[in-house]
């Protein structure tokens, strides 16, 4: 599967990876009006969709791509720095563990 890009350009941002955490990574965004740089923590998504006779078709090569705006807050979260990114990161990686841990608690009741 094809991996999302560590620079590309999009509706009017520039993003580069600056952090690769595995399933989650923190790109930079800025925009060349000269506006200062955010940070984004992101959990890619995978897509077969491609873009072929200007519209959206599936079927194509799954491929990695920037969490849709209707995932922002679940798999995307926006910072002012990278040290924030990676705070919460922690947070969710803590978040997820503790979640799993109930789950199997609540799994081993039922025995």
């Known amino acids: 599967m094809k991996r999302l890009e560590e620079e590309f350009k999009k509706v009017g941002f520039n993003f580069?990876?600056?952090?690769?955490?595995?399933e989650?990574?923190?790109y930079t965004r800025w925009s060349d009006g000269g506006l200062a740089p955010?940070?984004?923590l992101i959990?890619?998504?995978v897509s077969d969709a491609q873009f072929i006779d200007g519209k959206f078709q599936k079927g194509g090569e799954?491929?990695?791509?920037?969490?849709?705006d209707s995932q922002w807050g679940v798999k995307g979260f926006t910072t002012m720095t990278v040290y924030q990114a990676?705070?919460?990161h922690g947070d969710i990686l803590e978040e997820e563990r503790l979640r799993e841990e109930r789950k199997?608690?609540?799994s081993q009741l039922e025995w």
């Open 38 to 40: 955010h940070f984004e």
């Open 62 to 68: 799954p491929h990695e791509v920037y969490p849709p």
């Open 24 to 26: 989650w990574r923190i």
């Open 16 to 22: 580069k990876l600056e952090r690769d955490l595995g």
């Open 104 to 106: 199997n608690q609540a």
């Open 43 to 45: 959990k890619p998504t």
């Open 86 to 88: 990676l705070a919460m």
